[in-house]
């Protein structure tokens, strides 16, 4: 009996449309949350009110509290999402630091649509080797080894090395270029990153799937192992989209075999529609026929 696709049954559907429901009461009770935080006239009334038998200090202090928490972070995020890179000065403690430790620190911040939450934000500290023509050079960073800096720093902060090993001036650095290409690789991986934890928590034991691996830790390599023992690897490009797909037997599946049709047909589901890495699960609904 082989396993091929078909529609979703109907208590997927069913399934699916309250989960789409819960995200939206819960997007809803958020909203509502921080408009009412939010509002002046709230923000009036409590600041001129004064606590009775009903309403006691210790309520009326509260609220304040979590209004001006709301004010904190919604100007944080409001700063974090509409600038997305910062820029600040720092200075190194180390008393024989170069260029008197003067350092120059970046900061990219990135939204999880995941979490709902901004993750930890990433860091590049660069300084300005002395005699050096105001050439910019890492000093440290928080980027993943995954990340492809060194050729971000080549392709648009380049250096050249004299013979007493101090920089010299090769073409002109572009330091706004390295920075928002840098954030971009950033913003595609933990994507890619996410993609990948929605297939496995979608998929996984479940729809006629046994397993699914992350092959690279760019998530740019994803296998899916389904049930009747066909193996499925996915490479994903930068911006998230299926760049090829190769279906055939797992290496474990003995003398079982399968149609060409039936790995075209797994090979066309994977790569049809919009093609993106992120909508997979919902194009692999799987059933056997009898």
């Not at 890492?138 to 050729?151: R, W």
Request: some cysteine; glycine content about 4%; charged content about 30%.
């Amino acid at each position: 009996m082989e396993q091929i696709l078909v529609a979703e049954s109907p208590i997927d559907k069913d399934i699916a449309a309250v989960r789409v429901q819960i995200e939206a009461l819960r997007h809803r009770r958020s909203l509502l949350s921080h408009t009412l935080l939010s509002s002046r006239r709230l923000k009036s009334q409590i600041a001129h009110s004064s606590p009775n038998a009903d309403v006691p200090r210790t309520a009326i202090e509260f609220v304040k509290e979590q209004i001006a928490n709301q004010e904190n972070t919604t100007v944080t995020n409001l700063h974090r999402a509409f600038a997305g890179i910062t820029a600040f000065r720092v200075q190194d403690p180390d008393p024989n630091a170069i260029d008197g430790g003067k350092i120059l620190g970046i900061r990219i911040e990135i939204f999880s649509a995941r979490d709902r939450a901004f993750i930890t934000p990433y860091y590049v500290l660069l300084n300005q080797p002395e005699s050096d023509a105001g050439l910019l050079k890492i000093h440290k960073h928080t980027i993943p080894v995954c990340i492809p800096l060194q050729s971000l720093v080549k392709k648009y902060l380049p250096y050249k090395v004299s013979e007493d090993n101090s920089l010299k001036a090769g073409p002109p650095q572009d330091l706004p270029k390295f920075v928002r290409s840098l954030r971009k690789e950033l913003v595609a991986h933990h994507k890619r990153i996410e993609a990948y934890k929605h297939l496995k928590e979608e998929l996984e034991n479940r729809r006629g799937v046994s397993s699914v691996k992350m092959l690279d830790s760019t998530a740019k390599e994803i296998e899916i192992l389904f049930t009747n023992n066909i193996l499925a690897r996915i490479r994903v490009e930068l911006n998230g989209r299926i760049e090829r797909v190769a279906v055939g037997p797992s290496p474990d599946a003995g003398t079982e075999e399968h149609s060409a049709k039936v790995y075209r047909e797994i090979k066309r589901t994977i790569e049809s529609g919009d093609g993106r890495i992120d909508s997979l699960s919902t194009r692999l609904r799987w059933t056997r026929n009898g």
